[in-house]
């Protein structure tokens, strides 16, 4: 499977919120906490956000459920 490290960045700011390592073609719809090399997000509760304030994706056990349209991802 295809393997790429992204940068996902706020799609309100453009900073960095996370180095991330994804397997597959895929949307992201999903961050794997465990394949997060880099973390720059705050968390609030279940909301995981830039430091902008813009909500990027929940807080899960295991995993950040990434809110559409949130984040750009190159
Ligand atoms: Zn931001």
């Known amino acids: 499977m295809r393997r790429r490290t992204l940068d ?3 799609s309100e700011c ?3 919120i996370f180095k ?3 397997y597959g073609d895929g949307n992201l719809v999903k961050c794997h ?3 997060i090399l880099k ?3 705050e968390k609030e ?3 995981v956000k830039c430091n902008c304030g813009n909500v990027i994706g929940k807080d899960r056990p295991h995993i950040i459920k990434m809110k559409g349209h949130a984040v750009t991802v190159e």
Do not use: P
């Open 8 to 10: 996902i960045r706020c």
């Open 14 to 16: 453009g900073k960095l």
């Open 20 to 22: 991330y390592v994804k």
């Open 33 to 35: 906490k465990d394949r």
């Open 39 to 41: 973390d720059h997000s």
């Open 45 to 47: 509760n279940r909301d």
